[in-house]
């Protein structure tokens, strides 16, 4: 297969390029640095900047007859209360996040519809699916990205192509040194340090990279696809249905014990 996987200088990116490149697939990396790896071909791409995706994808059809995956992995976090979060910062974070995967996979349907087949992963969050605490724009970015994903759906199925969110919960990598960080004001200032502290500890305890390949991989495998996959430990991912099946009040009453906010 040839895959385009975005966000691959480190991290989950990173993991994947060289997992499915191992695997024999013919794998191009796209992330704003060029990175060194026997393992696929790295194409330095801003992907908020739609001609640099446009140069990107027809460098990458230079040498390939189609493209077959395209997994939108580049992101980043942010963290911080929504009163001290500024236009500049939140509107950085929707363009890469949104907008850079909207992007993204319009450069490569055209192709994809030539060859009436392809398959889309944008990689989402399982806190896309409830406001968390001082992430409040970070989940709603990834929340605008599944609902463009399942509205997707049913604009590209007559070509074989589905599309598909894939939630996941902490991840040991370092997105912690590249989130958003907003100046946190003194009312918030105790409180938001010890979520803070929780929030990167999660990541440390989180799952490796290396099993979210292997998870890829396995829904790459599937004939038909849910618009929604959730991979990630058991504790987060339960917070999904009990959002579904709790009341708000008590829902929240357990995610402030979960984030340490009671």
Same mark, same amino acid.
């Given at each position: 297969?040839?895959?385009?996987?975005?966000?691959?200088?480190?991290?989950?990116?990173?993991?994947? =390029?060289?997992?499915?490149?191992?695997?024999?697939?013919?794998?191009?990396? %796209?992330?704003?640095?060029?990175?060194?790896?026997?393992?696929?071909?790295?194409?330095?791409?801003?992907?908020?900047?739609?001609?640099?995706?446009?140069? =990107?994808?027809?460098?990458? %059809?230079?040498?390939?007859?189609?493209?077959?995956?395209?997994?939108?992995?580049?992101?980043?976090?942010?963290?911080?209360?929504?009163?001290?979060?500024?236009?500049?910062?939140?509107?950085?974070?929707?363009? %890469?996040?949104?907008?850079?995967?909207?992007?993204?996979?319009?450069?490569?349907l055209p192709k994809m519809r030539e060859n009436k087949f392809g398959k889309i992963i944008n990689i989402s969050s399982i806190g896309s699916e409830m406001g968390?605490?001082?992430?409040?724009?970070?989940?709603?970015?990834?929340?605008?990205?599944?609902?463009?994903?399942?509205?997707?759906?049913?604009?590209?199925?007559?070509?074989?192509?589905?599309?598909?969110?894939?939630?996941?919960?902490?991840?040991?990598?370092?997105?912690?040194?590249?989130?958003?960080?907003?100046?946190?004001?003194?009312?918030?200032?105790?409180?938001?340090?010890?979520?803070?502290?929780?929030?990167?500890?999660?990541?440390?305890?989180?799952?490796?990279?290396?099993?979210?390949?292997?998870?890829?991989?396995?829904?790459?495998?599937?004939?038909?696809?849910?618009?929604?996959?959730?991979?990630?430990?058991?504790?987060?991912?339960?917070?999904?249905?009990?959002?579904?099946?709790?009341?708000?009040?008590?829902?929240?009453?357990l995610m402030k014990k979960y984030n340490k906010l009671d």
């Open positions: 297969m040839t895959i385009i996987i975005t966000g691959t200088s480190s991290g989950i990116g990173f993991v994947l =390029a060289e997992y499915f490149g191992k695997k024999g697939h013919k794998v191009y990396g %796209l992330s704003r640095k060029h990175t060194e790896s026997q393992h696929f071909t790295s194409i330095p791409t801003d992907v908020t900047d739609n001609t640099a995706v446009q140069h =990107a994808i027809a460098e990458v %059809l230079r040498t390939e007859s189609k493209i077959d995956v395209l997994i939108n992995n580049a992101g980043m976090g942010m963290v911080g209360a929504v009163e001290d979060s500024t236009k500049e910062d939140i509107l950085k974070l929707f363009n %890469l996040n949104l907008v850079g995967a909207v992007q993204m996979m319009s450069a490569v968390l605490p001082f992430r409040g724009f970070y989940s709603a970015s990834k929340s605008a990205l599944d609902k463009v994903t399942e509205a997707m759906r049913y604009e590209v199925y007559p070509w074989n192509i589905d599309v598909c969110s894939l939630h996941l919960g902490d991840i040991k990598t370092n997105i912690a040194e590249n989130r958003v960080k907003t100046q946190v004001s003194e009312p918030y200032k105790n409180i938001f340090d010890k979520v803070y502290a929780l929030m990167n500890s999660h990541v440390g305890d989180g799952t490796e990279p290396l099993e979210v390949a292997a998870y890829v991989e396995t829904l790459l495998n599937k004939n038909k696809w849910k618009a929604h996959y959730y991979f990630g430990k058991f504790g987060q991912k339960i917070g999904v249905p009990l959002k579904w099946i709790l009341p708000q009040g008590t829902y929240e009453n």
